[in-house]
């Protein structure tokens, strides 16, 4: 069994690349972060991973057709929010087009592939209190560009289906956290600030944003595991939500982490943090995926955090030893 990881340098495609190298499968993939492949953890030297940038056409069609997949996850993209304001030309460039080409190889060389494209809870835009836990069928409506472009890569692979019939499966993950994931995101944010700060290399105060929003968080590697489950029992052109289902404040992740630090530590209001586009609560049910695939998350969210901030603590200390050595120096 041949697997192909679109990102697999990434937060979500590490850890899948690795799962999917325990499960004794061939492992392919692409890269585009050189920072990020040079990072990879040995777990992961496995797998066969080629530089690409989705956006060259040819290239990903060239990578598809010399592996030829059974298994394709499609991962790769402008993967949050704030980045995708940054520059909306690279966010659609990358996630539309970028997805067409992935398509199109697939198609083209391997089309009897089986196809996880990787959606967002994103599409679901601003809800209120009353609408949550969403369903799959609730209202697509995406109030931010990434949401946008994850909305239209839904509406490809569902052309993609009825057109070529071509074997997509559609995952909207809502909030996963877990090692590696880029301190952009809140969780690695709180964790490598408290990790800087227990080293020394910061104040002993914590900046954050808006820690009143509730959301829906998962652990990183429960959540691919419900991708490879999603790419071998769920149904070609389906849609399903992956989520706990249940509903946190980012003022439990803070405080959670906190309460493992080594040191006291002020928390600071930050109004740079703060995102205009901001969804006070997102919160699903995953239901119809459990019922076509079995799959229950089922890792404590107090050991993902633990495990977050411990990955922070290891990549802090060298740069805490190197500097203490330079000190020595001077």
Sequence with gaps: MRAFVTGAEGFAGSHLTELLLREGMETHGTYLDDTAFGALPDAVSQAKLARCDLRDREGIARLVSETSPDLVFHLAGVSSVPQSERNPALTVETNITGTCNVLDAVRDNAGQASVVMVSSAEVYGKVTREQVPLSEDAPVKPDNLYGVTKATVELLSKLYVARYGMDIVIVRPFNHIGPRQNPVFVCADFASQIAQIEYELMPARINVGDISVERDFTDVRDMMKGY??????????????????????????????????????????????????????????????????????????????????NYWRARVRPAQTQTARERGMG
């Design 228 to 309: 490879l489950l999603a790419a071998r029992r769920a149904h070609r052109g389906d849609t399903y939500n992956l989520c706990s289902g249940r509903t946190r404040r980012v003022e439990e992740i803070l405080k959670t982490l906190l309460s493992f630090a080594t040191v006291p530590i002020e928390i600071h209001q930050d109004p740079t943090k703060r995102r205009p586009s901001e969804i006070p609560i997102l919160v699903g049910t995953a239901e119809k995926f459990r019922r076509v695939t079995g799959w229950v998350p089922e890792i404590p969210f107090e050991t993902t955090l633990r495990d977050t901030l």
